[in-house]
């Protein structure tokens, strides 16, 4: 017998979350049995909203069942937490395009995007025949926290404009609660106070833009900084990337 039927058989009576799968959760049953056992959050690797970037990180997933788990859990009353990489191998323009607009579409309750790190070394996608296949170059010369990346469509210098991009949209355009923002609040949130929390963060970054100016410039001074420091280590590209054909504010 499966854990939830237990725990709603003993009438355990225990709040719980847990990471969770999106092919699982686009069932709407499995939603509902694991509500009546008691969950009250699960935490997802949505990844991408891109069905290219799932098969190369071999998420065995689909965009749709991903979609389909969002609804199934706000529907039947469960919190999500969702996770999504910015800049895996194989990224582009479009794909992150793409991840925005899944976001939009199928709002998760709070989103954490985080930016690809190469700092686990053994991780399948920095094994030779990936590193080969997505043109993966890594340098680390012990100055930062974790290696430099560069890849045939994207480099680690690219993908902050990206990240900001995303904080930025979901909380302006109240798709999303931040996940770091708000992780202490994440176990107690209440859905009722959804969208009174959407409000608050809309203004709070509404507030933030006159300050935010000033770190345009410095942004864009890191970020020359970074670009020459990753060129320096990792000598020029070999491949030329294709040239934005969008603007991105940063
Ligand atoms: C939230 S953690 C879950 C913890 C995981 N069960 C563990 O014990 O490590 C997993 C998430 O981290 C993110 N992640 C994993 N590898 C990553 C990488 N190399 N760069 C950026 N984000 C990554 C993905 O969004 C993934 O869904």
Known sequence: ?????????????????????????????????????????????????????????????????????????????????????????????????????????????????????????????????????YGIELANDGRSAQPYWRHATMSCSEVGAWYRRFNRELMQERISLHAGLFYDGILTFDPADRDALLDFQAEAIEHDRVLSRVFVPIHDWARRRLEADVERQLGPRRITPRPRTLPLVS
Do not use: H
Not at 65 to 80: D, F
Not at 82 to 90: A, K, S
């Open 1 to 133: 017998m499966g854990v939830c039927e237990r725990l709603i058989d003993r009438k355990v009576g225990l709040k719980w979350l847990c990471y969770a799968r999106s092919d699982d959760l686009a069932d709407r049953d499995t939603v509902e049995l694991m509500k009546a056992a008691g969950c009250v959050e699960v935490q997802i690797g949505i990844e991408s909203g891109d069905q290219g970037q799932l098969d190369r990180m071999n998420k065995r997933n689909t965009v749709e069942k991903n979609a389909r788990a969002l609804v199934n859990c706000r529907e039947v009353g469960i919190t999500t937490a969702v996770t999504v990489i910015l800049g895996y191998p194989g990224e582009t323009e479009r794909s992150l395009l793409n991840t925005l607009a899944f976001l939009k579409a199928s709002p998760p309750d709070f989103c954490y995007p985080a930016p690809f790190n190469a700092r686990v070394e053994y991780v399948p996608i920095l094994q030779p025949e990936s590193r080969t296949k």
